[in-house]
């Protein structure tokens, strides 16, 4: 929306009037669908969304009977998670609650180097011996027809809890619960791994305490492990839509104050571990980018049992300790993951014509095979190009057409990446994931045909209006708008997230009267001329010789609005998405070049 659009629009001033709120905030409700003034404060207040009911779910009936059975024979469980933040918090949270209702159980996740991604016919044999009669599977599981044959055979039982896309056959369990199984009614698709573990909890819950309204056993588990849930939802990059949105909002509130001890000394080890000394406000973004990357370098290089003892112990000391090692690990994982993103941009220059290519697929020896994924995001979002890195790191002595290859990609929207894949299933060893994001296993042999057939099915699937590299601003700003204030008011539409994204807004003809390199380089810092205020616009990622813009200078930027808080003082700052000469520049040097 433009100034003039914006400030001329009827709805606009309407639901800016009626609900005592600047027009920039009235024009952003309007741009997610409100428009009345009841439908934006239905929006602000969150009172269309509601949490549905557990046993709408297919199957949860027989999932939840049989852990109650299991608890009530003494059968020792197993929980079997992923390696992500999505599968540490399904396991701690599962844990946490079947330990409190007198289970005895355990947890298992594999390791991403030795194992690889899912359940696996070793794993399923190993806790046969260890004596466990049910495994209950969080945040994987759909793929495992085989292994859930294996356990059958061996006489155990298997609950399979996921949320992954279904391809194929089912595995043959005592329940298979994910609402993206194309028989499930369940309304809402969206759901995180620990987002349909919270609601199998839920369902026990209920099962166990007949004479309490659901109500009341969702209540008690959202105020237990709501947390753990918003963490996994926010990490696995789900919809902030429908009941994400309650999730999500009433996690947050619970983390801001949150007892947890593990929590607590994971924030307090990010404070030590960056610049930020001061309470940060708990938002998606602290627990996207500084929260989740953390836990998740546990799975990546070392192990996610370090995350979830850190969520299970009751021991101050452990957890500091736990914590402390996490914000380790995520510094070797940054500096791998550094070396790796060099690596892959010399292969995308010496292989790809960018200007003609529908994918890029990376393959190296060395590459480690639990940083590659974050790696792939990264050549996705600068690229805008679906992206697959392939490791064949671990395969000992001479190259052979056997080796194993795993691999780690992300798409665009457009690109359904499993859905590539399973195109490609008879030439790969396994594969599974998201939309937009998938994981496979690949022998060398088939590295060639894999390629082209991908690239084919990209160039089929994606035109140039999908992947043409296009911001899309909510609306456009006056440079009077950025203020603390502005900035405090557009928090209200939180919590953000894919479904609900962040606001990006614009301004125009802003001058330059500071630029400075920070961050040993990396980054840069911006001083821009807002309406006579000195306002800070940092340009993540951006050095000064790419942005090649200099004081006095005046320029368009595409930017989120924050709260920047440091040493108790509350500012506002412009995070910088796109910034470009102003028409005012560019129309001076087209002139210069006439007369010259």
């Not at 800016?16 to 905030?25: D, Q």
């Not at 510094?331 to 010399?346: C, G, H, L, T, Y």
């Not at 456009?476 to 900035?487: G, K, N, R, S, W």
């Amino acid at each position: 929306a433009t100034q003039e659009k914006m400030r001329n629009s009827p709805i606009v001033n309407e639901i800016a009037n009626k609900l005592g709120i600047k027009l920039p905030t009235a024009q952003l409700l309007v741009n997610r669908g409100c428009m009345t003034p009841t439908e934006a404060k239905a929006f602000l207040t969150k009172e269309e969304e509601q949490l549905h009911d557990p046993f709408m779910m297919l199957d949860m009936d027989n999932a939840a009977y049989r852990i109650i059975e299991g608890i009530e024979n003494g059968d020792k469980i197993v929980i079997y998670g992923d390696y992500d933040v999505d599968g540490v918090t399904s396991v701690s949270s599962l844990y946490l609650y079947l330990k409190e209702k007198g289970a005895d159980v355990s947890y298992y996740i594999p390791c991403r180097l030795g194992e690889g991604y899912g359940v696996s016919e070793a794993a399923v044999k190993k806790l046969h011996e260890e004596g466990n009669n049910l495994i209950i599977t969080v945040d994987t599981g759909i793929t495992a027809v085989a292994e859930a044959e294996l356990a059958r055979q061996l006489g155990m039982d298997i609950i399979v809890n996921d949320h992954h896309e279904c391809h194929g056959e089912l595995p043959d369990a005592e329940a298979v619960v994910n609402p993206r199984r194309p028989d499930c009614p369940y309304p809402f698709k969206e759901l995180a791994g620990v987002g349909v573990v919270f609601k199998l909890m839920c369902a026990v819950e209920s099962v166990m305490n007949p004479e309490d309204e659901m109500i009341d056993c969702v209540r008690r588990i959202s105020a237990e492990y709501g947390d753990l849930v918003a963490i996994g939802t926010i990490a696995d990059v789900m919809p902030i839509n429908d009941e994400n949105r309650l999730i999500v909002s009433y996690g947050l509130s619970l983390i801001e104050n949150t007892t947890r001890p593990g929590l607590i000394e994971l924030i307090e080890a990010t404070r030590s571990d960056s610049k930020y000394q001061t309470k940060r406000k708990i938002t998606t973004s602290f627990i996207g980018y500084t929260i989740a990357p953390r836990i998740n370098a546990a799975g990546r290089i070392a192990s996610a049992s370090i995350a979830v003892d850190m969520f299970l112990s009751e021991d101050k000391t452990q957890t500091a300790s736990l914590a402390r090692k996490l914000c380790d690990i995520n510094r070797d994982r940054q500096a791998e993951e550094n070396k790796i993103a060099e690596s892959a941009s010399e292969k995308i220059e010496e292989s790809y014509n960018l200007s003609d290519c529908p994918m890029i697929i990376l393959d190296d020896e060395k590459w480690h095979h639990g940083i590659i994924g974050i790696v792939s995001s990264r050549i996705t979002e600068k690229y805008q190009l679906p992206s697959i890195l392939i490791s064949f790191e671990g395969n000992k002595g001479e190259i052979s057409d056997e080796d194993i290859g795993k691999g780690s990609g992300r798409s665009v929207k457009g690109l359904n990446l499993v859905e590539a894949l399973s195109s490609c299933r008879d030439i790969l060893e396994k594969f599974g994931g998201h939309e937009l994001a998938a994981g496979l296993t690949v022998k060398r042999k088939n590295l060639p045909e894999l390629r082209r057939r991908l690239e084919a099915y990209a160039r089929a699937y994606i035109n140039s209006d999908t992947a043409e590299n296009v911001l899309s601003a909510d609306a456009e700003l006056l440079p009077e708008d950025v203020t603390l204030e502005q900035a405090e008011q557009f928090s209200q539409l939180e919590p953000y997230g894919p479904g609900n994204t962040m606001p990006l807004l614009v301004i125009r003809d802003l001058t330059v009267s500071d630029i400075v390199s920070v961050g040993e380089g990396k980054h840069t810092k911006l001083t821009l001329d807002c309406g006579g205020r000195p306002v800070t616009a940092m340009c993540f990622r951006s050095t000064l010789e790419e942005l090649d813009i200099y004081p006095g200078d005046h320029v368009d930027v595409a930017f989120n609005i924050d709260v920047n808080e440091y040493q108790n003082t509350k500012s506002v700052q412009m995070i910088v998405r796109e910034i470009s000469y102003s028409e005012t520049v560019l129309r001076k040097r087209s002139g210069d070049r006439e007369r010259l």
